[in-house]
């Protein structure tokens, strides 16, 4: 396909992608650079369930694990890794995840 014989409707398509790639590449710059608080309860929940602790420890305050004990156990291959190396995998998951809900939404609406 060249780009001469792109239609009003394909460049309309086209700036909307990489508009949502740039808000979703900046949401997730940002959320890098203030820290994951909610990524550090499922890390330390990760390495519990590893070391046969005890989910729910409520000296944790605020960040307390309030999540099932089967979501600890899918996790657990997270606290093998280091915070920051999980802290990358955690985001691709949820961009994965993501590009597989806006694709299936796409397939919902346009009936593509």
Same mark, same amino acid.
């Given at each position: 396909?060249?780009?001469?014989?792109?239609?009003?409707?394909?460049?309309?398509?086209?700036?909307?992608?990489?508009?949502?790639?740039?808000?979703?590449?900046?949401?997730?710059?940002?959320? *890098?650079? +203030?820290?994951?608080?909610? %990524?550090? #309860?499922?890390?330390?929940?990760? =390495?519990?369930?590893?070391? /046969?602790?005890?989910?729910?420890?409520?000296?944790?305050?605020?960040? *307390?694990? +309030?999540?099932?004990?089967? %979501?600890? #156990?899918?996790?657990?291959?997270? =606290?093998?890794?280091?915070? /920051?190396?999980?802290?990358?995998?955690?985001?691709?998951?949820?961009c994965l995840c993501?590009?597989?809900?806006?694709?299936?939404?796409?397939?919902?609406?346009? =009936?593509?």
């Amino acid at each position: 396909m060249r780009i001469s014989s792109l239609s009003k409707k394909d460049y309309l398509r086209i700036i909307l992608w990489v508009i949502l790639a740039i808000v979703v590449l900046g949401f997730f710059r940002n959320t *890098l650079r +203030k820290g994951m608080n909610d %990524f550090r #309860v499922v890390h330390r929940a990760a =390495g519990r369930v590893l070391h /046969q602790e005890n989910l729910y420890n409520f000296d944790d305050g605020h960040y *307390l694990y +309030k999540y099932s004990p089967f %979501f600890a #156990v899918l996790v657990a291959p997270l =606290g093998l890794l280091t915070f /920051q190396s999980g802290e990358v995998i955690w985001l691709l998951g949820m961009c994965l995840c993501l590009a597989f809900v806006l694709t299936q939404c796409k397939r919902m609406i346009l =009936g593509d």
